[in-house]
């Protein structure tokens, strides 16, 4: 009988300001030395050794996970987590501005979560952290629905009024809308439920009977499916489908649709959400090696002590060389993020003067709009607002100087922020090869911060079935 080893080898560079998306799980064995380091694919030996890529959302919560899930277990595990920037978040990253009296870490990347994310709230209080409800920070929040003309929808101070209001134009689909709303994020906390792991995103979508939400554009879905007044649609739903995921409903899935309609109960992490990134991994015992990036990975296959190469191939920037990765790499929106702090020219929004005016702008998608979203974050002690602002393509000075009268401040980052949550697309493998796992095969399904803990759990569940059923 052939005595079968399998071998990864990972070569990991220190430093580099390369970008991106991607969070890989290995269950290696690793040997290092200064810059390269070799895993090695045990089947049963003790401790169990991991290699996580990527300190994001996914990857921390994954060493925590991991850690949990084998805490009690005779199974040792041993964790470390490969992140190429000098800091833990990924995508959850602040920005520490300071003028003055002021001093705000306001997010980069992902800002919100909710209530029933209830990987993101449970953790977060067990460390002791503090949340902040979102809007908390600027009193007098109002929203306006910009269509590149006028605005089709002002929030007053009464929600009473803009209940009426809504129905008054809407008719009853404000209220169909909320109803589904609420049925879809019911039937996604049974997520929570299961016990047994999932084994596809696929299947996962089946369970939680969210089938058909993945399968029609949200266009479809809402107007054919469900039929919601079409005006509606394009006021108040599609907008938030733009700030959300940057995407409009003819182009996304119903899913992606309700996971940006359902923000009720807003909240952030103080201080940034990357907090809870950093006490996960922080919690979980993991070795954590930043400014390290991982460039290549081997899986070398020695039969009776002979090296076979068998397939090379480059996915999300890194080599793999024998690992099966049968999967197409997974489209991301370019998304830009402008920080302004000024004052807005109220006669860009055909109006005479600041008070009163909206301060947290959507848009419609009119194709005359030339931002997704843009709002106030803070008033300063003069009077400006820090303003936050959301478009597909650069905001240019020239835009800025039309859309702000006074400007003192502009800092600009650009992020692949979140798939194209496209119907009916084939989701990544969770395990493409064994032992192998891709935490964001799940992200083209809902990509948030809380869902990336869902696969990550998932993964971790999976993982402890395998190694702590073989020791017994
Ligand atoms: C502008 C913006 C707004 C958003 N708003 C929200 C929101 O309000 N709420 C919400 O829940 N979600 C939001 N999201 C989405 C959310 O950020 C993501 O779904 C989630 O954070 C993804 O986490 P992740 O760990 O999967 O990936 P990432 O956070 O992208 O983490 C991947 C990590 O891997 C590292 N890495 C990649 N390759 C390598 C390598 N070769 N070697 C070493 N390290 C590597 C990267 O540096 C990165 O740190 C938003 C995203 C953006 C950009
Ligand atoms: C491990 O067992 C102890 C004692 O039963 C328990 O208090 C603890 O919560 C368990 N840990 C985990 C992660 O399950
Ligand atoms: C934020 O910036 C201020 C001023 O530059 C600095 O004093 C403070 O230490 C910074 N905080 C963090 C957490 O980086
Ligand atoms: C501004 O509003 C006026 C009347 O309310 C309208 O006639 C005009 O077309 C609007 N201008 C722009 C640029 O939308
Ligand atoms: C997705 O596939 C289903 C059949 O499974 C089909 O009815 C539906 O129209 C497809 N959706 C889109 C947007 O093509």
């Known amino acids: 009988m052939a005595f079968l080893k399998h071998f990864v080898s990972i070569r990991i560079f ?13 269950c290696v064995n690793l040997f290092s030395t200064q810059n390269v380091a070799y895993f090695e694919i045990p089947h049963q030996k003790d401790p169990k050794t991991i290699a996580i890529i990527g300190a994001g959302a996914g990857g921390s919560s994954a060493a925590y996970w991991i850690s949990e899930a084998f805490a009690n277990s005779s199974t040792s595990v041993k964790t470390t987590v490969y992140e190429q920037l000098p800091q833990v978040g990924g995508r959850a990253l602040v920005y520490n501005y300071t003028r003055d009296n002021t001093q705000i870490f306001i ?38 629905i910009w269509d590149g003309n006028q605005f089709v929808f002002e929030q007053s101070s009464s929600s009473y009024w803009d209940i009426s209001k809504l129905i008054w134009k ?71 489908s733009r700030v959300n995921y940057g995407q409009n409903l003819g182009e996304i899935h119903a899913l992606g649709a309700f996971i940006s309609l359902a923000p009720t109960g807003a909240k952030s992490i103080k201080g940034g959400n990357y907090r809870l990134f950093e006490k996960f991994i922080e919690h979980s015992g993991a070795t954590l090696k930043l400014d390290t990036k991982v460039i290549k990975v081997t899986k070398l296959q020695t039969i ?7 397939k090379y191939k480059k996915f999300s920037g890194i080599e793999f060389e024998n ?30 003067k600041v008070e009163d005016f ?43 100087d039309r859309i702000f009268s006074e400007r003192s401040w502009t800092f600009r980052k650009v992020w692949k922020s979140y798939p194209m949550l496209m119907p009916n697309q084939t ?45 017994l």
């Open 304 to 310: 009776n002590g002979v090296e076979e190469s068998v």
């Open 427 to 471: 989701f990544p493998p969770i395990e493409p090869d064994t032992n192998f796992y891709y935490v964001n095969s799940y992200e083209p399904l809902i990509s948030t911060m809380e869902t990336e803990c869902v696969s990550s759990n998932n993964i971790a569940k999976l993982l402890a079935n395998r190694w702590i059923s073989i020791n």
């Open 14 to 26: 220190r430093s580099g300001m390369f970008f991106c998306l991607i969070i890989l799980l290995f």
């Open 170 to 240: 809407y008719g009853w689909a404000p209220i169909k809308v909320q109803r589904l709303v609420k049925f879809i994020i019911s039937k996604y906390l049974k997520t929570y439920e299961f016990k047994e792991p999932f084994t596809s995103v696929n299947l996962e979508a089946e369970r939680l009977q969210l089938d058909l939400e993945r399968k029609f554009t949200a266009q479809y879905y809402f107007s054919e499916l469900k039929n919601i007044n079409q005006l509606y649609l394009q006021h108040l739903v599609e907008p938030m």
């Open 323 to 352: 690992i099966y990765l049968e999967m197409k790499e997974i489209p991301y929106v370019t998304l830009h993020v402008t920080f302004v702090t000024g004052r807005l020219n109220p006669s860009y929004f055909n109006r005479t």
């Open 107 to 144: 997010e980069l990347g992902a800002s919100l979560f909710i209530d029933v994310n209830y990987h993101m709230t449970n953790s977060a209080k067990k460390f002791g952290l503090e949340f902040i409800n979102y809007g908390e920070e600027l009193p007098n929040a109002k929203v306006g």
């Open 358 to 400: 909206p301060n947290q702008i959507l848009t419609t998608n009119s194709g005359k709009t030339e931002f997704l979203s843009l709002a106030a974050k803070i008033i300063l002690e003069n009077g400006e607002t820090l303003n936050k602002i959301f478009s597909h393509d650069e905001m240019s000075d020239e835009v800025l």
